[in-house]
Nanobody
Framework: HVQLVESGGGSVQAGGSLRLSCAFSGYTYSAHCMGWFRQAPGKGREGVAGLYRVTNSSHYADSVEGRFTIALDNAKSTLYLQMTSLKPEDTAIYYC?????????????????WGQGTQVTVS
């Protein structure tokens, strides 16, 4: 049984920081790639950051490059997204995801497993 459970969302003022966590279990242990996505009101879901586990290489959307950091703690089975210098346009529901479908890149909204999401509001 695969589970991804996000936490750490909340409300913060512009310029502030938040750290999102995604506790995972089940098949996700062997997923070669994990990512963070977000969906703002009235917009589609977009890739924010992705991490390929074999190479430990991380990738970011241009809009968050230099402000967000994705990290994986295998011992704790937890994926993190450290967000700094937050802007109002970062307001969205944030989702973690694991195991992109065959042929997909980290930023494609095409993963086999998704969390339920956590709200981030920046004012």
């Amino acid at each position: 049984h695969v589970q991804l459970v996000e936490s750490g969302g909340g409300s913060v003022q512009a310029g502030g920081s938040l750290r999102l966590s995604c506790a995972f279990s089940g098949y996700t242990y062997s997923a070669h790639c994990m990512g963070w996505f977000r969906q703002a009101p009235g917009k589609g879901r977009e890739g924010v950051a992705g991490l390929y586990r074999v190479t430990n290489s991380s990738h970011y959307a241009d809009s968050v490059e230099g402000r967000f950091t994705i990290a994986l703690d295998n011992a704790k089975s937890t994926l993190y997204l450290q967000m700094t210098s937050l802007k109002p346009e970062d307001t969205a529901i944030y989702y973690c995801a694991a195991d992109p479908k065959f042929g997909s890149n980290w930023y494609d909204v095409s993963y086999n497993y998704w969390g339920q999401g956590t709200q981030v509001t920046v004012s």
